[in-house]
């Protein structure tokens, strides 16, 4: 089987082609922000894309007649549990609409349905969006009974270390308790548990440790004090903090790298920042901990900021005694997308059905 995966990220798409579970190529589009500031909003930016990956397509040889299934990264949608969903006209009206939210990521199915159309297979999914919803009923509470807590979170990439970590351990992703820290432009700490995430903080809108473009969790005090201070309106303040927080607000860049340059060079607020980064990073994990009630299995790095040893090394320091650390840099999406589709194909599992 002929499967086609498709994942937008804010200035990319990802595309890549599997036959069953096997890559036979990949090819990631980068796009100057300049051109992206055209268009009205992510979602203005839909047909765009999709001539970019008809492109990605064709220089690599690929007809949309013999691809079997497409598959798109999920978007902002009601909460749900996670699994392979099927593309259908409420997702897509809640996906183009931003019901839930923008982000680029409500790409995915759009994208995915119409290449999926067009190639005639008419076999259009997605995998574990970001709003896979497995919270227990005390994780959803916070101090305020106006304000609950949301599950927003990198639910592909983690499930996929997850049942890889499982797998190392000679066990199942059902039989295991795992807590897994995804490290990218955005950090979500989850607590698994038997197969279920219940617990894990809002990596969009503000929990956790910053991360190099969000602000992650702020005082509540000062944020509310710089909210009604004049000096921003709600937009200006939220682009403070997601995309303008974190390694941005400190430093002026995202790139951890980058980052890093500087710490050698001697900038000691570089390192400040960065051994701030790590603490934070740690004690979401330690309160994941808590909510497993001490029983983890493994704890597991993964995500783009995984590739540096010298971050690994610092949150493991404060983190080894809680259970072994298992490193899987960078991500797993592209094969976690096309290995949902193929046991849909295959009749492994069947398609959850997505109804608003």
């Known amino acids: 089987m002929k499967i086609?995966?498709?994942?937008?990220?804010?200035?990319?798409?990802?595309?890549?082609?599997?036959?069953?579970?096997?890559?036979?190529?990949?090819?990631?589009?980068?796009?100057?922000?300049d051109v992206l500031k055209e268009f009205h909003g992510i979602m203005g930016?839909?047909?765009?894309?999709?001539?970019?990956?008809?492109?990605?397509?064709?220089?690599?040889?690929?007809?949309?007649?013999?691809?079997?299934?497409?598959?798109?990264?999920?978007?902002?949608?009601?909460?749900?549990?996670?699994g392979t969903y099927e593309?259908?006209?409420?997702?897509?009206?809640?996906?183009?609409?931003?019901?839930?939210?923008s982000h680029a990521s409500n790409l995915g199915a759009p994208l995915a349905v119409s290449l999926a159309n067009e190639g005639g297979c008419g076999k259009a999914y997605i995998v574990d969006p970001v709003v896979v919803d497995e919270l227990i009923p005390e994780a959803r509470l916070s101090g305020m009974p106006e304000i609950e807590r949301r599950s927003i979170w990198h639910a592909l990439n983690q499930k996929a270390v997850a049942r890889n970590a499982a797998k190392e351990l000679g066990k199942k992703y059902e039989e295991v308790d795992i807590i897994v820290a995804h490290m990218g432009g955005g950090i979500s700490v989850g607590a698994h548990q038997k197969g279920k995430t219940i617990d894990v903080n809002n990596a969009l809108d503000g929990e956790g440790p910053f991360s190099p473009e969000r602000a992650g969790s702020l005082p509540a005090g000062g944020l509310t004090r710089l909210a009604f201070s004049g000096e921003y309106d709600l937009d200006e303040l939220k682009k403070r903090m997601v995309g303008g927080g974190g390694l941005v607000a400190h430093l002026g860049t995202n790139d951890l790298r980058e980052v890093q340059k500087m710490m050698e060079a001697g900038n000691e607020k570089a390192k400040l920042v960065f051994e701030a980064l790590a603490l934070q990073v740690a004690k979401e994990i330690g309160a994941r901990a808590a909510v497993l009630n001490g029983h983890v299995d493994a704890v597991v790095l993964t995500g783009g900021l995984a590739y540096s040893d010298q971050l690994v090394e610092r949150i493991s320091e404060r983190v080894a005694y809680i259970a072994p650390v298992k490193v899987y840099p960078g991500e797993d999406e592209m094969k976690a997308l096309a290995e949902g589709a193929l046991r849909i194909i295959k009749g492994e599992e069947e398609a959850h059905q997505y109804r608003g």
């Open 4 to 33: 086609l995966a498709i994942n937008p990220g804010s200035t990319s798409t990802k595309v890549a082609l599997f036959e069953d579970d096997k890559e036979l190529w990949s090819d990631t589009q980068r796009y100057d922000v």
């Open 87 to 101: 593309v259908s006209e409420e997702m897509l009206h809640h996906l183009r609409t931003c019901h839930y939210g």
């Open 45 to 82: 930016q839909e047909d765009f894309r999709l001539q970019e990956i008809r492109k990605v397509l064709e220089n690599n040889g690929t007809v949309l007649s013999e691809i079997d299934a497409v598959v798109g990264r999920g978007g902002l949608l009601k909460p749900i549990p996670g």
